[in-house]
């Protein structure tokens, strides 16, 4: 099977643009939707981006979602940092009837 | 609403057994694919395995580390997911989340976990 592969952490100040990466180990990421999850602590997850670049509603437009097929990858944005982002982000995809969830990175906003 | 409530967790000895239960509301769980999700402590999500409805076919699959130990099961009479864990060892320590999920892949709604504890 396949990995999806995130940095540990990332940091910014509020105000500014954080943007996450997410490397499937093998296979092209563009063959299978991405999903992005937030969870703050002691939270469940939610889902930010859904079908690789789709918001649900409630989702704030400072969250966007691509794919990269040069590279791979798949990358979650959020732009005019707040404090309420400070969470754990997840990139999760499927193959094969097997689905994968990245390695995670905590977001901290300074 | 959608509402998801899971329930069953608790502390087992390895080598032991356990079922969760998970009790829908808010939606049409006759229609709905279903999924276990687990976190261990401190660590990331692990996806347990996933149930299609009975009108897709109500197939099940499971990932690698729990297949043939864990069973997922539904009662669409009582709108109420099941997780069947056998012979569970110390690594099956986590948070066990219920999920609905869609066609594409998304893990849309998930219910607030239950802590299974698998230690001597």
């Known amino acids: 099977n396949f990995m999806l592969t995130q940095p540990h952490s990332v940091s910014e100040s509020p105000g500014k643009t954080v943007t996450i990466s997410c490397t499937r180990s093998s296979g092209s990421i563009a063959s299978n939707y991405v999903q992005w999850y937030q969870q703050r602590p002691g939270s469940s997850p939610t889902t930010v981006i859904y079908e690789d670049n789709q918001r649900p509603s409630g989702v704030p437009d400072r969250f966007s979602g691509s794919i990269d097929s040069s590279s791979n990858s798949a990358s979650l944005t959020i732009s005019g940092l707040k404090t309420e982002d400070e969470a754990d982000y997840y990139c999760q995809s499927y193959d094969s009837s097997t689905y994968v969830f990245g390695t995670g990175t905590k977001v901290t906003v300074l | 609403e959608v509402q998801l409530v899971e329930s069953g967790g608790g502390l087992v000895k390895p080598g032991g057994s356990l079922r969760l239960s998970c009790a829908a509301s808010g939606f049409t769980f006759s229609n709905a694919w279903m999924s276990w999700v687990r976190q261990a402590p401190g660590k990331g999500l692990e996806w347990v395995g996933r149930i299609k409805s009975k009108t897709d076919g109500g197939t099940t699959d499971y990932a690698a580390p729990v297949k043939g130990r864990f069973t997922i099961s539904r009662d669409d009479s009582k709108n109420t997911l099941y997780l069947q864990m056998n012979s569970l060892k110390t690594e099956d320590t986590a948070v066990y989340y219920c999920?609905?999920?869609?066609?594409?892949?998304?893990?849309?709604?998930w219910g607030q976990g239950t802590l299974v504890t698998v230690s001597s």
């Open positions: 999920t609905t999920m869609v066609v594409s892949g998304n893990f849309d709604y």
